[in-house]
């Protein structure tokens, strides 16, 4: 614990009977970059600060999904010496490459000036965030993986006194088996919500406090990636190539990314707009149809798929960051917003965040339940604010369409986003549009050796839950699938979900039924963004459950 602090008491019984509860100075939910370099920023600070950092994941990195090319700016500054502790960031980026393209041509462009790779690396985020645990572990930082916070603690004056992890052993009913075990209460003077895009907690925290007060909605993109193997003469380590246009139509946004990582594997991925119009648009599909393309299928033919995983990320920037503070508590990295979309990149952002919320915090911690807006301040003084700021309307520019968006990004690139007026973002599930404004999407089959169907995808990212346990997708009215979703907007979520979770069941003679295959959630977290009604409420599973990334 702190030395020389005066603590004031906070109560020390469980705020449920059944629970115990552990004190620390600082929680922290979520081993991702931005969590762990908050808890590596403490601990430089001051060796005694008691940290806890909770992960649902069955091990740090097993839910970590990006590109990814890292820019080591934020790295550099936490860990200066980092390239001589054996970091895994060992593939230079050596070149950079852009395309339009068409269904059958690729039109080579000038890459833009943030997509410029020179002095960046092209890593697995999972293996980086394993090795920055490592390190705040040895700084004696507490690291509890398999333990889903599911729950905000709060005292009589509604401040955030910390979170309680969900119980374990209960059947789809709810009900207690004999495997039950009853969560754990951790206490905190300052909680960190570190969740990663569309946090279920955040979620929360944004409702109660009102964060989103004087900002513009949230607005996200779903990448689908995959790892591959490849033949050995296509393979040219440390290059990025990135496209635009093909398979997407003109009023959707979207792109792709291929990236040559050592040992002849690369990362390849599509990244589709969330805010798109029609309700038979597969993500996941459109995913496999650009693998097809007659510039990108040679690549991969005779390679070997390896994994497979898909999470949704933040594209509003700017104007969509929430208010970041509040009693007892602060959101960093993505669950704030902090990407940087025009570089596809939000990882260098999301650690200098939380290095910015711990120094923010530090003298916070003599007390529970004040609220740190120095942060809020402190950010605006980093190149981070100014990063951001600078490119906040291009993104936003492509809401009308792939050409006006593409002039837009030159002005806003050309004037250093100088311009007075910023753009709006807009929600996306108020975006879709129902069928009857479009047709029906003819997605090829897949042929098993370039395009694969989503069930053998989810077995590639081997996602796992307790069959017996409660779902943790839950529908705030149960008649709405079937008595609004389907008959106007074909019940969407069978196609934006990208492991085949939801799926409508249609028997002869019976009615239709809409039936949730929970155990496959990649925890992508689409649903609960893109359903028309906002009726799917996206929760955390049991502890553990979920994906287990490899190398992702």
Known sequence: MLKNKERNSIMTVSIRDDRENMEYDVVIIGAGPSGLSCAIRLKQLNADINICILEKGSEVGAHILSGAVFEPRALDELIPDWKDKDAPLTCPATKDKFAFLTKNHAIALPAPPQMHNKGNYIISLGNL?????????????????????????YNEQGAVIGVATGDMGLDKGGNKTEQFEAGMELHARQTIFAEGCHGSLTKELINKYDLRKNSDPQTYGLGIKELWEID?????????????????????????????????????????????????????????????????????????????????????????????TFAGGLLIGDTAGFLNVPKIKGNHTAMKSGMVAAESIYDKLQAYGLECSEYSDNIKDTWLWDELKSVRNIRAGFHKGLLAGLINAAIETFTG??????????????????????????????????????????????????????????????????SVNLPEYGEPAQNYCPAGVYEIIELEGEQPRLQINSQNCVHCKTCDIKDPLQNINWCVPQGGGGPNYPNM
Request: some cysteine.
């Open 129 to 153: 965030c394993r090795w920055l645990a490592g390190y705040a572990e040895n700084l004696g930082v507490e690291i509890f993986c398999g333990f889903a916070a599911s729950e905000v603690l």
């Open 232 to 324: 050995p003469s296509k393979h040219k380590q440390g290059l990025c190539q990135h496209t635009i246009g093909w398979p997407m139509d003109s009023q959707t946004y979207g792109g792709s990314w291929i990236y040559h990582m050592e040992d002849n594997i690369i990362s390849i991925g599509f990244v589709t707009g969330l805010d798109y119009k029609n309700p038979y648009l597969s993500p996941y599909e459109e995913m496999q149809r650009f693998k097809t393309h007659p510039k990108i299928k040679p690549l991969l033919e005779g390679g070997r798929r390896l994994a497979y995983g898909a999470r949704t990320l933040v594209e509003g920037g700017f104007q969509s960051l929430p208010k970041l």
């Open 417 to 482: 986003g100088k311009l007075s007026r910023t753009l709006k973002n807009h929600a996306d599930h108020e975006q879709l549009e129902k069928t009857a404004l479009h047709k029906v999407i003819e997605y090829p089959k897949p042929d098993g050796k370039i395009t694969f169907d989503k069930l053998s995808s989810v077995q590639l990212s081997n996602t796992n839950h307790a069959e017996n346990q409660p779902c943790h997708l839950k529908l705030k009215d149960s008649a709405i699938p079937i």
